[in-house]
């Protein structure tokens, strides 16, 4: 059984030029969750249980490890609001910054390229 996971998002979206100037191609939503959490969602389905997200150097790829960083205070604002379904899809993305503990176990690295 595969446990492993690598999903590459650190191309520069030059078919997406001039959207993926400003938004990585890998966080454009699709409904209400950007692609690359659907193919994380997509691994923790498939058994996966540790998942290394490769992300650009720079300011493209710090939108990804953002995203799958922990945001305490606004998780405490949430709660505090009484906005906790609001938080809930977010709820799965928290762990220390570079390493993400999803529920069953699963963890998220996002490592970053060096520059060029």
């Known amino acids: ?3 492993k996971a690598v999903i590459a998002v650190a191309g520069f979206g030059s078919r997406f030029f001039p959207v993926a100037k400003t ?11 950007p692609v690359v959490q659907y193919a994380v969602e997509d691994c923790v389905r498939a058994g996966v249980t540790e998942i290394a997200i490769v992300a ?3 300011q ?3 939108q990804v ?10 998780e405490a604002y ?16 928290r762990a220390s910054r ?5 529920s069953r176990g699963v963890t998220v690295a ?5 520059p060029p």
């Open 98 to 102: 570079t390493s993400r503990s999803w």
């Open 23 to 33: 938004v990585n191609k890998c966080m454009l939503p699709v409904l209400t969750k």
């Open 56 to 58: 650009a150097a720079g």
């Open 1 to 3: 059984m595969v446990t």
């Open 78 to 93: 949430f709660r505090d609001r009484g906005w906790a379904e609001k938080w809930a899809p977010a709820a799965g993305l």
């Open 60 to 62: 493209a790829g710090e």
């Open 110 to 114: 996002t490592e970053r390229l060096c």
């Open 65 to 74: 490890r953002h995203y799958f960083s922990p945001e305490p205070a606004m």
